[in-house]
């Protein structure tokens, strides 16, 4: 087996990873687009993107554009997998923003159900849960020439699917042979996790507030996972829940389905879209959601009682006026949605793979010295690696 970081050794987002058997079945792993920082390039790539068809499939990790966001500049002959349901999230949030790779989104192929196996040429991949704060956001595992390797996507260990990200993963430990893990946070320090708070502190901060006032949470529309377990927390409450139509489309296409794919949905309070009637008697334990900062702002001059929570990353913080930002309500609360590096090493101990190869990262060198007595692959973006 042979493995080609086409982009993501030493660069946060825009990953793609292709994997070949000695037989010669391609597939790839995510395709994402660039982050503007890095100067937001295209890929080109034989058989992928140029020429004539030379994989099997290009299977997409999760829900965000550094990992999905190229699809559209695929060949129209290369098939594109992601989870059925994270699919259809995909294309409707690309809808929804005007994204160019909607079309696309809505021709990709199914992954089989988590666990589920899919052959491509002598190469199976195994999809296996992961948490990131998306919804069915997927690792996978590939097998081909009696080798197995682990490609993360983007994970964490401090989110709300912790422990059904490791059970799901148990039946692997020791038995495979490269790791190819997200190492976004490498750089970061230890003490990184001591103020980046997880998704249950936000639940608790947030229910604290809801207990004296209404909230306004900013989140991504695709966190689906964050507005679920709310969601079920003010349920349970008795509070009401409010959103958007944007984020109600995009939460509709995860929860339409007769029988909801995770427990973990039937908590999700199907919220109502809001209006400035639906505020007139707005009080504590009511949570308003919106993934807008104009709405952010206008619902904050409408609700003067309310606290406002934001959660997303605080470099976003940019596209708020300054006096917005010191408004004594304003509250920055942002949980990543990657591994920190305790748990990069948390991580690896718990699977013992044979090798690591840090993707997704400006830091591979200190992922290497976080992993000490692991292996880790000093690769470059396009160099072979054989496994
Ligand atoms: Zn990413
Ligand atoms: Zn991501």
């Known amino acids: 087996m042979k493995i080609n970081v086409i982009r993501g050794t030493h660069q946060f987002g825009g990953n793609a990873v292709k994997v070949t058997s000695d037989s010669g079945s391609a597939i790839v792993l995510d395709f994402g687009a660039e982050f503007a920082v890095n100067g937001g390039r295209a890929i080109v790539a034989e058989g992928i993107t140029a020429g004539k068809p030379g994989v099997l499939g290009v299977l997409i990790s999760h829900s965000h554009k550094d990992h999905a966001g190229l699809i559209h500049t695929i060949l129209p002959g290369v098939p594109v997998y992601m989870d059925r349901i994270a699919g259809r999230i995909y294309r409707t949030y690309s809808e929804v ?42 690792m996978f595992l590939a097998e081909a020439d009696g080798k197995r390797l682990l490609y993360t996507g ?7 699917l912790r422990s059904e990200l490791l059970s ?46 209404p909230v306004i949470l900013f989140c991504s529309i695709i966190n ?23 984020e109600k489309r995009v939460i509709d296409e995860a929860v339409k389905d007769d029988a909801p794919p995770a427990a973990f949905y039937q908590n999700l309070s199907i919220p109502e879209t809001y209006d400035s009637s639906l505020f007139a008697d707005i009080g504590k334990g009511d949570l308003i959601f919106t993934s807008s900062f104009e709405d952010f702002r206008i619902l904050s001059g409408m609700i003067p009682s309310a606290e406002l929570v934001f959660t997303e990353w605080p470099g976003n913080l ?24 305790a748990e990069l090493r948390e991580f690896a101990e718990f699977l013992l793979p044979r090798a690591v190869l840090p993707v997704h990262t400006s830091s591979p060198e200190k992922c290497a010295e976080l992993l000490e007595g692991f292996r880790v692959l000093p690769l470059q973006d396009g160099e072979d690696f054989s496994l």
Do not use: Q
């Not at 021709?107 to 199976?124: H, N, Q, R, S, V």
């Open 97 to 138: 923003t005007g994204r160019p790779e909607a079309a696309a989104a809505g021709k990709m192929k199914a992954l089989p159900p988590l666990c589920g196996k899919i052959e491509f040429g002598d190469i199976t991949v195994t999809p296996f849960l992961s948490d990131h704060g998306t919804y069915r956001s997927e």
């Open 154 to 160: 983007d994970f964490r260990l401090h989110g709300l």
């Open 168 to 213: 799901g993963l148990g039946s692997l430990r020791g038995t495979v042979d490269l790791l190819i893990t997200e190492a976004t946070c490498a750089g970061r320090g230890d003490e990184y996790s001591t103020y980046v708070p997880s998704e249950r502190t936000l639940e608790k901060s947030v229910l604290e507030f809801l207990g004296k006032s």
């Open 224 to 246: 689906i996972d964050r507005i679920a377990g709310l969601s079920g927390l003010v349920k349970d409450k008795g509070g009401r829940v409010f959103v958007s139509w944007a």
């Open 318 to 341: 940019a596209h708020m006026n300054s006096a917005f930002r010191e408004d004594p309500r304003f509250h920055v609360m942002h949980v990543s949605g990657h591994a920190h590096p």
